[in-house]
Structures are given as C-alpha cells and as structure tokens.
C-alpha cells in the first residue's frame, strides 16, 4: 500500500521534495500515509524492528482535514525514531485566499472569502462556535496559517528542517528532537496572558491583544536563527504576523492590556522591556542578573535611545539601568520624556 501511495504522486516537484529528505528506498523504515486519523498512525506497525519506530513518516493528506491536529501530531512523534523525519502538507491561509480568489468574480470571491475565514478559521477557535463548527464539518476542510501549523509542530516535539509551496499546498518536514509539550489549553483569545522574566527573576504574565497567529511562540527561536533581529529585537519578515497586528503594533493598540500589569504592580512606567524566556536567554550573563533587579516597565528605554541591533539594544538597557540604580525618579522621568519625544516627532514604533 506504501508504494502504491508513492506511485499516486504526479507532481515531480512533491516527490523530489520528499526524496530529498526521506530515503524512499528504505521500505523497512518509511512509512507512508494518506489519512487525516490518528488511529491510522497509532496502528502503524514494523516488521523489521523491535522497538517498532520508523525512520520516516510520510502523510499525503492535508492537515487542514485532520479533526485532532496535535493529538495527530503526537501519535507521529510517537511512531519516529529519535531524529526520525515527519513529512506532511498544508493549504495556508495565504494560499486558500488565492484559491478562492482566482475560482471566482471578485464581486463573488471577495465575500465568499469572508465568510470562509469567518466560518473555518474564526468558529474553530471561538468556545461559543467551536462546537457548532466541529459538528457541521467533523473538522475537514479547516482554515490554517503557516505560523500555526508550524507552531503546532513545534509544541509537538519536531523542529522545522524546511518547507516550499507546491501547487497551492505547502509542503514541510520536520525532524523528532523532543517529546511533545502537550499543551491542553492553547490560546486562540484576543486578549491573552504571555510568560515573561520579571524581577527576581520571577516568570509574570503578561497582557497583550493578539497581534500573531495562534502557536507562534512556539517558533520564536526558529524565527531569530532562520530571519534574524531588526531594530528593537524584533525579528525581519515575521510571518507569524497577523494583517491586523500590523496594525495594532503601529497604533500601540496591542500594549494597552499591560495596564493591567501596571495595576497589578508587575511591571512600573518606564523600564526594560519584558522578556521572554528564550530573548532573555540570549542576553549575556551580567545583563540577565542585571535585569532580574528591577521591575520591567510599559516604556522601554529602546525609544529614548533608538539602538541598532540586540548588541545596541542590550547596551542601551545596561546604561539605562545603571543611571536608574543611582537616580531612580530622575532616570524615568528623563526617558519618560526622551521616548515621548521621539514616537511623536520621530515616529520610533515596535514593530
């Protein structure tokens, strides 16, 4: 059956992406699937090893069809060797957009694509619809973006080897490094709660209104060492990005949640910046015990001294922070004032 699915492939550019990754050859170690079950997965059995792990397993069915996409991309982990390789497809968000873009009218497609995002990509993650949409559909033909899915993978256990669009699908592998994070309770929200290093060294959460896709800070550390840092820390051509967070980080719309920060006396008015565990990971080791001294704050020192790079923008928080050890009130209040001046005059933004 493993080679008849394989033989079912007419794209030659889809078989070379996987022979590229997956030695089709090795028959005893590739498994090769076209199902949208995990029980299909969990069932796989190998005749030629004990431990009864595969190499490879190759899945030829949109993810977009699968009901329990984690609980399916755990049975996988469960099936791989340890650096074992998952391959797998996806139609994106951006690619189902061009599908039903170019199939009709525009007077046709441009609210048919509406309602489309509306009823398979907002109803799957809204609790008051989740429900209603998994019963009408049983989860088939859902609307993902590449961020999400990658995401996914991630929290799953695999890190991401590479991925290429092919015929409007895009196709990606990922190699087993870890057990899966198993994470019950993902947030789809709006308005949702990020872990970030306060002081003391204490994990705090923190307010924001969603600017990324769902799961994108599972690939943090992907983004930075495949797309690297612009100004401010933030990472060149993040496509964990959603249209509307664009949106929202230019008008601060985003930040505005963090009140409840400040009210809950996480965080003061102006200090360093929140960090992650992964962004504060990268800091040298002076600058972290540093940081874990003072509270973080809503207006980072970043926007007083517009520094180029992480180097640029660790020094500018050094400088910061020592100046606020000796004159705690007259330090805030001079980048207070510093920051305020250069967003309204000079347009300095988070991006």
């Known amino acids: 059956m493993d080679r008849e699915l394989l033989n079912s492939i007419a794209d030659k550019d889809v078989l070379d992406f996987i022979s590229d990754h997956v030695h089709l050859d090795d028959h005893h170690n590739t498994a090769i699937l076209s199902t949208s079950t995990q029980f299909n ?22 993810i977009n069809d699968i009901r329990r996409i984690n609980k399916f991309f755990e049975a996988v982990n469960c099936k791989l060797e340890y650096k074992g390789n998952f391959v797998g497809c996806v139609e994106t968000l951006g690619e189902r957009e061009r599908r039903i873009i170019n199939k009709f009218p525009r007077i046709i497609s441009l609210p048919y694509y509406f309602l489309d995002f509306i009823f398979k990509r907002v109803f799957p993650k809204w609790s008051v619809t989740k429900k209603l949409y998994f019963f009408i559909t049983n989860g088939r033909n859902r609307a993902l973006s590449k961020a999400e899915t990658l995401g996914r993978l991630v929290s799953c256990g695999f890190e991401i080897i590479k991925f290429t669009e092919i015929n409007n699908l895009l196709y990606f592998v990922v190699r087993k490094i870890r057990e899966p994070h198993y994470d019950n309770n993902p947030s789809y929200s709006v308005l949702y709660k990020m872990k970030r290093v306060g002081k003391n060294g204490k994990i705090i959460h923190v307010y924001k209104l969603r600017t990324m896709h769902p799961y994108s800070e599972y690939l943090q550390k992907y983004i930075y060492e495949n797309h690297g840092t ?19 980080r230019k008008l601060w719309i985003d930040e505005l949640p963090m009140i409840i920060n400040l009210m809950k006396r996480d965080v003061k008015i102006v200090g360093v910046r929140p960090l992650s565990l992964h962004k504060f990971s990268m800091y040298p080791e002076e600058a972290q015990e540093k940081r874990c001294l003072y509270k973080p704050g809503l207006i980072p020192p970043f926007y007083a001294d517009l520094p180029h790079g992480l180097d ?39 991006r």
Do not use: C, Q
């Not at 997965?41 to 949109?62: G, P, Q, T, W």
């Not at 820390?233 to 993040?238: C, Q, R």
């Open 41 to 62: 997965v969990e069932i796989l059995h190998h005749d030629h090893s004990a431990s009864n792990l595969f190499k490879s397993i190759i899945n030829l069915k949109r």
């Open 230 to 248: 612009a100004d401010g820390d933030k990472a060149d051509h993040d496509f964990r990005l959603t249209a509307w967070g664009k949106l929202f």
């Open 312 to 350: 640029g923008l660790i020094a500018s928080e050094m400088n910061y922070l020592n100046e606020h050890g000796k004159h705690p009130l007259r330090t805030d209040i001079k980048y207070f004032f510093k920051a305020f001046y250069n967003i309204i005059f000079k347009g300095a933004r988070s």
